[in-house]
C-alpha cells in the first residue's frame, strides 16, 4: 500500500511538464481567495544548473496550469484525490542567490485580456447589474459566472479612465457583491448567500472532546491559531434617511442586527428612490462595519477541503465557537503539506 503522498502536476502553456520540473521543486504556494484579491501562486524551483536564467527561462504572457494529487493522504484507505488550483498567468520571475533558487510567481487574472492595465471610458443608463457586468466580461474576453439572486437596476454607472477590473471592483462593492477571477471566469456572487450553507466541516480546538455527527468532517490536527475580536465601532442597527428632491418626500429605513441586544445605531445618509433601496442600503452598511468582528487564522495539515468561500463550525474556543466563512486559504507544499486559513464570523441574516 503507497504511503501518504502530495504529487503537483504542472502545466506550461498547456503542456504537461511535471516530470521535467520535479527533480527542481522546492516548494509550492497557493493563496485561494473569497474575493476582492486575485488567486496566486508561486513556484520555487532549485537553480543550480542555471536553466531558468538560460534555455529553460519562462515566456513572456505563458500559463501555469496546477493541480495536486494527493494518494492516501488522510488515512490508507483514501486513494487518490485531486484538488484542481486553476490557471495562471506568469506573472514574474525572480531569482536569488545563495542558494542559487528561481522563483515563479502567477496570477488568476489573465494576462492576455485588457481586464487590467488599460484604461476606458464609458457609461451605462438604467441598466442591470448583471447587463453591466457581462458588457465588461465580454470586453475581457472572459466568461461571467453571475451567482446573486439580486439584479439591481443601476440609473447611471461610469466608467472614467479606470481599468475595467477596477471599474467592476468598485460597482460589485458599491452594490454590496463580491467579485473573484478564477480560470478565465468572471464570478460575482452575493456573500450573504455563501454565509448561509451549512457547514460540512467542524474545525476542533486540539484536546477537545466532541460528539461525531454524520456527514460531519472533524479538523483536529490543528498546529496553531490566532483569535481576533473587535469591540469599537461595531453596531446593532443602521439608520437611513435621504429626502428625495424630486417627490420632496423623506425615505427612510432601519435594519437591526438580529443577534445583537444593545449597541450603537449607524446613521447613513445617502441619495436613494425608495423604501426597497433604503433598506438594502441599511444591510450592505451594517455588513460593512460588522463583517470584521470576529476572526481567527488557523493552521493545520493539509487539507483539499480547505477553501475560500466553504462555512466551517468552530468548536472549542469558548466565545469565538460559531459559524465562520473562509476569506483566505492558503496550501504549502514543501517540507510536507500545510494548510492556513483565515477566517471570519458569519453574521446572522444580512
Same mark, same amino acid.
Given at each position: 500500500?503507497?504511503?501518504?503522498?502530495?504529487? *503537483?502536476? @504542472?502545466?506550461?502553456?498547456?503542456?504537461?511538464?511535471? %516530470? !521535467? =520540473? /520535479?527533480?527542481? +521543486?522546492?516548494?509550492?504556494?497557493?493563496?485561494?481567495?473569497?474575493?476582492?484579491?486575485?488567486?496566486?501562486?508561486?513556484?520555487?524551483?532549485?537553480?543550480?544548473?542555471?536553466?531558468?536564467?538560460?534555455?529553460?527561462?519562462?515566456?513572456?504572457?505563458?500559463?501555469?496550469?496546477?493541480?495536486?494529487?494527493?494518494?492516501?493522504?488522510?488515512?490508507?484507505?483514501?486513494?487518490?484525490?485531486?484538488?484542481?488550483?486553476?490557471?495562471?498567468?506568469?506573472?514574474?520571475?525572480?531569482?536569488?542567490?545563495?542558494?542559487?533558487?528561481?522563483?515563479?510567481?502567477?496570477?488568476?487574472?489573465?494576462?492576455?485580456?485588457?481586464?487590467?492595465?488599460?484604461?476606458?471610458?464609458?457609461?451605462?443608463?438604467?441598466?442591470?447589474?448583471?447587463?453591466?457586468?457581462?458588457?465588461?466580461?465580454?470586453?475581457?474576453?472572459?466568461?461571467?459566472?453571475?451567482?446573486?439572486?439580486?439584479? *439591481?437596476? @443601476?440609473?447611471?454607472?461610469?466608467?472614467?479612465?479606470? %481599468? !475595467? =477590473? /477596477?471599474?467592476? +471592483?468598485?460597482?460589485?462593492?458599491?452594490?454590496?457583491?463580491?467579485?473573484?477571477?478564477?480560470?478565465?471566469?468572471?464570478?460575482?456572487?452575493?456573500?450573504?448567500?455563501?454565509?448561509?450553507?451549512?457547514?460540512?466541516?467542524?474545525?476542533?480546538?486540539?484536546?477537545?472532546?466532541?460528539?461525531?455527527?454524520?456527514?460531519?468532517?472533524?479538523?483536529?490536527?490543528?498546529?496553531?491559531?490566532?483569535?481576533?475580536?473587535?469591540?469599537?465601532?461595531?453596531?446593532?442597527?443602521?439608520?437611513?434617511?435621504?429626502?428625495?428632491?424630486?417627490?420632496?418626500?423623506?425615505?427612510?429605513?432601519?435594519?437591526?442586527?438580529?443577534?445583537?441586544?444593545?449597541?450603537?445605531?449607524?446613521?447613513?445618509?445617502?441619495?436613494?428612490?425608495?423604501?426597497?433601496?433604503?433598506?438594502?442600503?441599511?444591510?450592505?452598511?451594517?455588513?460593512?462595519?460588522?463583517?470584521?468582528?470576529?476572526?481567527?487564522?488557523?493552521?493545520?495539515?493539509?487539507?483539499?477541503?480547505?477553501?475560500?468561500?466553504?462555512?466551517?463550525?468552530?468548536?472549542?474556543?469558548?466565545?469565538?465557537?460559531?459559524?465562520?466563512?473562509?476569506?483566505?486559504?492558503?496550501?504549502?507544499?514543501?517540507?510536507?503539506?500545510?494548510?492556513?486559513?483565515?477566517?471570519?464570523?458569519?453574521?446572522?441574516?444580512?
Amino acid at each position: 500500500m503507497l504511503p501518504r503522498q502530495i504529487v *503537483p502536476v @504542472i502545466k506550461y502553456n498547456g503542456k504537461d511538464i511535471s %516530470s !521535467d =520540473l /520535479s527533480p527542481f +521543486l522546492e516548494s509550492i504556494s497557493y493563496t485561494d481567495n473569497l474575493s476582492g484579491y486575485a488567486d496566486d501562486i508561486s513556484i520555487n524551483l532549485d537553480d543550480r544548473r542555471g536553466l531558468w536564467e538560460g534555455d529553460w527561462f519562462p515566456d513572456r504572457g505563458a500559463t501555469l496550469e496546477v493541480s495536486l494529487i494527493s494518494r492516501n493522504w488522510g488515512s490508507l484507505l483514501e486513494g487518490t484525490r485531486e484538488l484542481k488550483i486553476g490557471m495562471f498567468a506568469l506573472d514574474s520571475i525572480d531569482g536569488s542567490s545563495p542558494p542559487r533558487v528561481m522563483e515563479l510567481k502567477g496570477t488568476s487574472v489573465p494576462e492576455n485580456n485588457n481586464l487590467r492595465g488599460v484604461e476606458r471610458t464609458k457609461s451605462w443608463e438604467k441598466a442591470e447589474m448583471k447587463t453591466i457586468a457581462s458588457d465588461v466580461t465580454k470586453g475581457a474576453g472572459m466568461e461571467l459566472v453571475y451567482d446573486c439572486s439580486d439584479n *439591481p437596476s @443601476i440609473d447611471r454607472a461610469e466608467q472614467t479612465e479606470q %481599468s !475595467d =477590473l /477596477s471599474f467592476l +471592483l468598485k460597482l460589485c462593492e458599491d452594490q454590496g457583491m463580491a467579485l473573484k477571477i478564477c480560470n478565465n471566469q468572471i464570478v460575482i456572487f452575493d456573500e450573504t448567500d455563501y454565509e448561509k450553507k451549512e457547514p460540512k466541516i467542524t474545525i476542533v480546538r486540539p484536546g477537545m472532546a466532541y460528539i461525531v455527527q454524520k456527514d460531519m468532517t472533524y479538523i483536529t490536527n490543528i498546529t496553531g491559531y490566532r483569535l481576533h475580536a473587535v469591540t469599537r465601532d461595531i453596531y446593532k442597527a443602521c439608520h437611513v434617511q435621504c429626502n428625495d428632491t424630486d417627490s420632496g418626500s423623506n425615505i427612510e429605513a432601519t435594519f437591526m442586527d438580529p443577534s445583537k441586544s444593545e449597541g450603537k445605531t449607524l446613521q447613513v445618509k445617502e441619495q436613494i428612490k425608495s423604501i426597497a433601496e433604503a433598506e438594502r442600503l441599511a444591510k450592505k452598511k451594517l455588513r460593512e462595519k460588522n463583517r470584521e468582528e470576529v476572526t481567527m487564522t488557523v493552521d493545520t495539515m493539509g487539507n483539499f477541503a480547505l477553501l475560500a468561500s466553504e462555512t466551517v463550525n468552530v468548536l472549542g474556543f469558548g466565545k469565538f465557537d460559531g459559524k465562520y466563512i473562509i476569506v483566505t486559504a492558503k496550501h504549502e507544499i514543501g517540507n510536507g503539506y500545510t494548510t492556513s486559513i483565515d477566517l471570519r464570523r458569519c453574521l446572522n441574516g444580512y
